[in-house]
């Protein structure tokens, strides 16, 4: 159950709010399939490996490591920015909710602020979180460009809110190393079918259901 003394939460949204994970796995795959097996396996081994790096940091080093080629254009960006929305959109905003989290979003709504920070780029979160129908709940919906550990931070100041008040609910390493440069709270959600990321001390739960009171 979420403790009373926090003064927010802040939510990852892919994996915690939402089960999107594979989602994303499954539409790399698909942008780099046309490079060959091996390089579509790499490609999904670095996404899986960095989750909560935003997709356009992907996409340079896909470009970069994988592929051995000159920097994207600007333009060569937004085409698979473009492809990779039309991949994940609808599908996200049809995914299952990870059980417990819409009940514990309504519920401390209520209580104390909400947000939410991603490595989605922001203007398509904004468009899932408001198609699924929890925009009410939150003060704030943020994500790429910002790095994680930019947005807590940003959250933090505008927010005034003290770090060691304030929970970050995370599935992947860069939200504990966002979490951690900016002092506050951290609780991990690891899918009972996924490896656990995390160091052996940080408190993981498979799913929001036991935060709800």
Do not use: C
């Not at 081994?45 to 051995?68: A, D, E, I, P, V």
């Amino acid at each position: 159950m979420i403790d009373s003394h926090w003064q927010a939460i802040i939510f990852d949204f892919d994996g915690v709010v939402v089960e999107s994970g594979k989602i994303k796995t499954q539409a790399f795959a698909e942008l780099y399939r046309s490079h060959g097996e091996e390089i579509a396996a790499k490609v999904v081994q670095f996404h899986t490996q960095n989750g909560g790096m935003s997709r356009y940091r992907k996409f340079r080093h896909f470009q970069q490591y994988f592929l051995n080629k000159p920097p994207l254009t600007e333009a060569e960006e937004k085409e698979l920015d473009r492809r990779f929305s039309e991949l994940v959109v609808e599908a996200v905003v049809a995914a299952e909710a990870v059980p417990g989290a819409v009940e514990l979003i309504r519920q401390q709504a209520g209580k104390i602020p909400l947000f939410v920070a991603s490595g989605t780029p922001e203007n398509e979160l904004k468009v899932i979180v408001e198609r699924r129908g929890l925009t009410p709940y939150f003060k704030e919906i943020r994500g790429a460009p910002a790095l994680k550990q930019t947005i807590i931070a940003d959250i933090l100041a505008e927010y005034r809110l003290k770090p060691a008040t304030v929970l970050m609910i995370g599935d992947a390493m860069a939200d504990y190393e966002g979490a951690q440069a900016n002092n506050t709270a951290f609780l991990g959600r690891v899918h009972p079918d996924d490896p656990n990321p995390f160091p052996a001390h940080i408190e993981t739960v498979p799913n929001l259901r036991g935060l709800v009171a």
